[in-house]
């Protein structure tokens, strides 16, 4: 059986680029055993990329300081309690955003839900998304480690493993005080469905989850979600605004509707593989890992964000209120790691670095995403801010870390 696998993957292998002893695989396997072999290669190779490269990185970071960022389920019980530990203690450090600019945050967890909620139009499906969310993503990590005193790094959420095992079955998911809590409770929405879509394009049919109220297991239990909703999905055809905007006040509780369904089917250990190997432009892997307008697939992205659910899971904008979104979000960025570290030379500053406007779908028209387009996280980072130069690779700019 072992022999049989190991032979298979070694047949699908043709190699360019490989870390020593291994080869690369060029397409993605539909047996979801070998593609889960081949995302631990193409792992392992953008590891291998960086970590050899002959460039210096940048000042301050050295080849002996790089982090890693690691998988949910390979932490240590402990390192799991640590992580959530420290999201909890920036849920009860106050907020620096202005209560006039937001006066819903109230905590420095809701700096970055505010930020996202504000940019939202400017950082997806456009020339910023990839790049924004780095940076977004690893301000966070640095706020839980010089605020709240956390050690580790940002940790990950492998979207194969929970399509095979089954979400409430996963480490991430299971409800667990290791988790970063489980589903919502359950309520019955039989027959209804999530319907996304408009702007002329065809509608999107999502079967709900399992569960759809308040979540009420593991270390996020009875957590409070201040801002939003700004555009939210719930079954049934309907999408929720909050009456006073989406930056205004409005606790509630955080709700998941966990839904294996999505899981399997869009963000899958195939659909992952794919995703890395198949485009050839960076214009086509940001449009299949978003989900391309009326194709009917939501791609990883949205297959991650679907497949948790729930408010503010269902919400574009506000989606950065489930503590989850970052783990989801760090394997967003491990898979465009993955495919950059392919071709170098053309993905981190050559001519597949960036494609795209600064507006969701160029809408309205703005300019050209470039290497000098500025991006910054508002309240939430360190006022600081970074052009999309900085953030091309994870050793470059501010960043110092890889993925294993
Ligand atoms: C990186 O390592 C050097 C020593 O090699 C150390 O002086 C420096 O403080 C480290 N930087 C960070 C950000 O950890
Ligand atoms: C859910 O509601 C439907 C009708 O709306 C009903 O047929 C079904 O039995 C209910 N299921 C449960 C588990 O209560
Ligand atoms: C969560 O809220 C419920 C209902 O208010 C309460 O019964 C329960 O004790 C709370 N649990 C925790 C851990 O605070
Ligand atoms: C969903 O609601 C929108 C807006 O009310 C409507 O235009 C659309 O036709 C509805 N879609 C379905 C499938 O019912
Ligand atoms: C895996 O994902 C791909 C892409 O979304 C999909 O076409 C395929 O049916 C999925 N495989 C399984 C076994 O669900
Ligand atoms: C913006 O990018 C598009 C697509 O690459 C290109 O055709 C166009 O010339 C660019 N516009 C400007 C002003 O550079
Ligand atoms: C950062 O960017 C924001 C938005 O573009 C701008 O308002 C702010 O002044 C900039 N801050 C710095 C320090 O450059
Ligand atoms: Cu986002």
């Known amino acids: ?197 408009g702007n002329g394009l065809p509608s999107i049919f999502l079967p709900i989850g399992s569960g759809g109220g308040c979540v009420d297991s593991g270390p996020f239990v009875n957590m409070t979600v201040n801002l939003g909703p700004a555009a939210l999905t719930v079954p049934g055809n309907i999408t929720v605004v909050s009456l006073n905007g989406p930056l205004s006040y409005n606790p509630r509780c955080l709700k998941r509707d966990l839904t294996d369904e999505l899981n399997a089917r869009f963000a899958n250990f195939t659909a992952v593989v794919d995703n890395i190997l198949a485009p050839k432009t960076v214009y086509d892997f940001q449009m299949q890992m978003q989900g391309i307008p009326g194709s009917g697939n939501i791609g990883v992205h949205g297959g991650g964000h679907y497949s948790m659910g729930g408010d503010p899971g269902r919400d574009v904008f506000t989606s950065p209120g489930d503590p989850a979104f970052y783990l989801h979000h760090g394997m967003i960025d491990l898979v465009w790691t993955a495919w950059q570290m392919l071709d170098p030379e053309n993905r981190i500053y050559g001519k597949d670095a960036i494609a795209g406007t600064n507006t969701f779908l160029n809408q309205p028209p703005s300019a050209n995403t470039t290497l000098d387009t500025e991006l910054s996280i508002g309240w939430a980072g360190r006022s600081v801010n970074v052009t999309m130069r900085d953030v091309m690779t994870t050793v470059g700019g501010p960043f110092c870390y890889v993925y294993a």
Request: some cysteine.
């Open 1 to 197: 059986m072992k022999t049989g696998l190991i032979f298979a993957v070694t047949t699908l292998l043709v190699g360019t680029n490989a870390s020593p002893g291994q080869k690369l695989p060029t397409s993605a396997s539909s047996d979801i055993q070998i593609a889960q072999e081949q995302l631990k290669i193409l792992v392992a190779n953008a590891k291998y990329i960086i970590k050899s490269s002959k460039k210096p990185f940048s000042s301050t970071c050295k080849p002996g300081n790089v982090t890693v960022r690691k998988e949910w389920g390979t932490l240590s019980p402990r390192e799991r309690i640590a992580y959530t530990d420290a999201v909890r203690c920036l849920q009860n450090k106050p907020a620096r955003s202005p209560a006039l600019w937001a006066p819903g945050a109230k905590t420095r967890f809701d700096d970055w839900v505010a930020t996202h909620i504000d940019q939202t139009l400017q950082i997806h499906y456009t020339g910023t998304f990839l790049g924004w969310h780095r940076y977004f993503l690893w301000e966070y990590e640095q706020a839980l480690r010089n605020e709240c005193g956390y050690q580790g790094t940002q940790p990950y959420w492998n979207w194969g493993l929970s399509a095979e095992t089954g979400m409430e079955q996963s480490p991430v998911w299971d409800g667990s005080k290791t988790s970063m809590s489980g589903n919502g409770a359950y309520i019955n929405q039989t027959g209804l469905d999530i319907v996304l879509g």
